[in-house]
Every structure is written in structure tokens, then in C-alpha cells.
């Protein structure tokens, strides 16, 4: 072999380093994907927006969404109303965008609730092996009422209030987390990474916080915003029947409850609140399809 080139005194040779790939962040492969998937962006603006509205409504140019005024009632939108009045001559604009307040807190509020306490009941039921069968049978039971009938039948028990509408639709969701954090669970204490906890000597509810409950957040988190969506129409459904919100507090679905006897001569009265309804529910069920595109690994090749 020939030998190595001689190399004047006193230079050093630095080693050969591998190339440095720069990472991405988690931050901006989260920002990358939401401006790749339109949908999604438009309902997080969407919702945004609702947010905006709801929380600065007395800043928005609007008037007092209680106040009757029987001289300007059924008034078509105007300059001055800008989505009319309906039957007592209240502003519709001043209710529609105070009644956001009700379906997002209404949303929300069950989202938070029933993915909580559906996750306890799940977790339990899923670990705890002689618990399973009487945790399932109840919970068959509740899911065997379609959601609305149970709600109505728990409001007709309960006088109308915010509070009461968020119990009564949490009541009929919890049974639907409750059997998918079951099923995420079963398959996960199968897994060898718990049998090992497991047979180190790990108590329960230890392999339960460390091992279990992370795996479970992704199809929760999922799950919950379509239960946001769904409880938002239902409390829309209550309130149009007169068994949720009382005609007292502004709610989209009593607005379309006070026009639909003049729905043929005043159709404004219920499109109004009928299509911020509808945009809202739209808008969570699109982020929650891109959360779900997230946090599925099998769709992490699309980030």
C-alpha cells in the first residue's frame, strides 16, 4: 500500500462528521399538516370565529337579546336589523350570536364530562377482568335508548337550565366512551410491555397511569369532538321541543323554535340560527377528522 500523504506540521485534520438532518419539530410538523389539509384549517377558522363571537358578544354591536318590542316585531332584515325580528320584536342578530355562547358551553362542557368520566369507566372495566361483565351490561342498557329519548326523559325529570342540559346529554354519551376506551384497553393489556409491568410486580392502577391511559388519549381526543358536535345538536333539538334551554336565555334552537309558525312568511327567523348551527357542527366535525389523520400512526406517512 502507498503510504499516506505527508501533511505540513502543525495542521490538524478534523474528523469526518456525518451530515447533520435537521428535525422537525412536533410544532411545525402540526402547522405543516393543517396548511396541507384545507378542511381542516376551515374548521379550526370556522370555530375560531364561533369562539370570537361568543366571547366578545357585547362588543359586536348588539343590543340586549331579551328586550320585547312588540312596535318592531317581525321586522325583515335591514340596515338596522341585520337579521330582522322575530315575533316580540327582539333583535335576531343580538340572539343568534349570544346563543353561540349556549351551544359551545353546551358542546364543550359534554365533551369534557363524558370523555372523563367514560375514560374511568372504560379504564376500569377493561383492567379490572371480574368488573367487566356488570360495567358492560349497564352500559349496554343506556346505549340501548337512542341519546335524544334518554335526554328528553332525564329533562322531564329536571327543570330546564344550562346545567341540567349538560347532565342530561353527558348521561347519554358516557356509555359510547366508556365502550371505546374498553375496547382500546383490551387490546392494549395484551400487549408484552404490560405483561412485563405486570409480572415485575406493578400494581394496577400504576400500569393503568403509566402504560395504559397514554395509549388511550389519541381515540378519545377523536371521539371527543364528535361528541361536542353531537351535543350541540341535541341541545338544539331539546330547546326546539321546549325541553332544554328556557325561552329566557338565547339558544339557537328556541330561536328556531319561536319562528317556525311563521316560517313560510318569516323564513329568516329560523335560517339564521339553522346555518350558524350547522357551521359550527361542521367545523368540529373537521377538525375531528384531522386530529384523527394526526394521531392515527397508520396516517403519519401524510404529516
Known amino acids: 500500500m502507498s503510504e499516506p500523504a505527508s501533511r505540513p506540521p502543525g495542521l490538524v485534520v478534523a474528523p469526518d462528521l456525518p451530515?447533520?438532518?435537521p428535525q422537525k419539530t412536533p410544532r411545525k410538523d402540526l402547522l405543516g399538516f393543517i396548511l396541507r389539509n384545507p378542511a381542516m384549517a376551515a374548521g379550526i377558522f370556522i370555530l375560531g370565529f364561533m369562539m370570537f363571537i361568543a366571547v366578545f358578544a357585547p362588543l359586536l354591536f348588539t343590543v340586549d337579546p331579551t328586550a320585547l318590542a312588540p312596535s318592531r316585531r317581525n321586522r325583515?332584515?335591514?340596515?338596522l336589523y341585520w337579521f330582522g325580528t322575530d315575533h316580540l320584536g327582539r333583535d335576531i342578530y343580538s340572539r343568534v350570536v349570544y346563543g353561540a355562547r349556549i351551544s359551545l358551553i353546551v358542546g364543550f362542557g359534554v365533551a369534557i364530562t363524558a370523555s372523563i368520566a367514560g375514560l374511568a369507566i372504560g379504564l376500569v372495566s377493561g383492567m379490572v377482568r371480574w368488573s367487566?361483565?356488570?360495567?358492560?351490561?349497564?352500559?349496554?342498557?343506556m346505549m340501548s335508548i337512542p341519546p335524544i329519548l334518554l335526554a328528553i326523559a332525564l329533562m322531564a325529570l329536571t327543570r330546564?337550565?344550562?346545567g341540567n342540559v349538560i347532565l342530561a346529554i353527558t348521561l347519554a354519551e358516557i356509555p359510547r366512551v366508556a365502550r371505546l376506551v374498553r375496547g382500546v384497553v383490551l387490546t392494549l393489556r395484551e400487549q408484552p410491555y404490560?405483561?412485563?409491568a405486570i409480572a415485575a410486580g406493578t400494581r394496577t392502577p400504576t400500569v393503568i397511569l403509566r402504560h395504559i391511559l397514554p395509549n388511550t388519549l389519541a381515540p378519545m381526543i377523536v371521539q371527543a369532538t364528535y361528541i361536542c358536535a353531537s351535543a350541540m345538536i341535541v341541545e338544539?333539538?331539546?330547546?326546539f321541543i321546549g325541553a332544554g334551554i328556557p325561552p329566557t336565555i338565547p339558544s339557537w334552537g328556541n330561536i328556531m323554535a319561536d319562528g317556525r309558525t311563521l316560517w313560510q312568511v318569516r323564513p329568516h327567523i329560523v335560517m339564521f340560527p339553522a346555518i350558524f348551527l350547522s357551521l359550527t357542527v361542521l367545523a368540529v366535525n373537521l377538525v375531528g377528522d384531522g386530529l384523527r389523520d394526526i394521531l392515527d400512526p397508520r396516517m403519519a406517512k401524510r404529516i
Open 236 to 239: 338544539a333539538i331539546l330547546s
Open 194 to 196: 404490560v405483561d412485563a
Open 132 to 141: 367487566d361483565g356488570i360495567i358492560m351490561r349497564i352500559v349496554d342498557g
Open 19 to 21: 451530515d447533520i438532518i
Open 160 to 162: 330546564g337550565s344550562v
Open 76 to 79: 325583515v332584515p335591514s340596515e
